[in-house]
T-cell receptor
Framework: NAGVTQTPKFQVLKTGQSMTLQCAQD?????MSWYRQDPGMGLRLIHY???????DQGEVPNGYNVSRSTTEDFPLRLLSAAPSQTSVYFC?????????????FGPGTRLLVL | GESVGLHLPTLSVQEGDNSIINCAYS??????FIWYKQESGKGPQFIID?????DKRQGQRVTVLLNKTVKHLSLQIAATQPGDSAVYFC????????????FGAGTQVVVTP
């Protein structure tokens, strides 16, 4: 299993540009999430999904869109990038079963918005 | 392990000593907790979890203690090693809102020889 994969690893954008951060998992996990991590801070939840076709907002959803057309993929879209969106973005996935309630993280995407 | 602005609290530990990392959680309804380790430039890595019907859970060299009365969680690392140097986060969740984890700001652990 590759686990949770994220692309790209690094990205530089200009203000106003759009882009999609890709996330995929091959563990057949129902739950997937996107977090951002800013220097010296914990992870903040952007959006999450409890299964294909279902998404919901987290703590900091503004400026981001998500979709979940398949169990495996959960892309995060920045519609019009702003400097405040400079951050490290982590995708995560998990089961919901009683014995497998752990969340697996991808390696992260480092985004710089100029 | 409380955050102070942008500066993570730091715990300096001598190699071989035991480490205790603390976390105060916010939601009294949270019933599932995880400790994560994050090394520089990497994603968080699961260490150990605990449900609210337990007070203590042990893993390999790690123990998590949960005090629901004061909403406090701690991670104990026995015989701390240089490879334990990392940022440690606690995360809380209510299982009826599965997937919606809330993370603490983290504690930087530095292991000195």
């Amino acid at each position: 299993n590759a686990g949770v994969t994220q692309t790209p690893k690094f990205q530089v954008l200009k203000t106003g540009q759009s882009m999609t951060l890709q996330c995929a998992q091959d563990m057949n996990h129902e739950y997937m999430s996107w977090y951002r991590q800013d220097p010296g801070m914990g992870l903040r939840l952007i959006h999450y999904s409890v299964g294909a076709g279902i998404t919901d907002q987290g703590e900091v959803p503004n400026g981001y869109n998500v979709s979940r057309s398949t169990t495996e993929d959960f892309p995060l879209r920045l519609l019009s990038a702003a400097p405040s969106q400079t951050s490290v973005y982590f995708c995560a996935s998990s089961y919901s079963g009683a014995s497998q309630e752990t969340q697996y993280f991808g390696p992260g995407t480092r985004l710089l918005v100029l | 392990g409380e955050s102070v602005g942008l500066h993570l609290p730091t715990l300096s530990v001598q190699e071989g000593d035991n480490s205790i990392i603390n976390c105060a959680y916010s939601n009294s309804a949270s019933d599932y907790f995880i400790w994560y380790k994050q090394e520089s430039g990497k994603g968080p890595q699961f260490i150990i979890d605990i449900r609210s019907n337990m007070d203590k859970r042990q893993g390999q060299r790690v123990t998590v203690l949960l005090n629901k009365t004061v909403k406090h969680l701690s991670l104990q690392i026995a015989a701390t090693q240089p490879g334990d140097s990392a940022v440690y986060f606690c995360a809380e969740m209510t299982t009826d809102s599965w997937g919606k984890f809330q993370f603490g700001a983290g504690t930087q652990v530095v292991v000195t020889p």
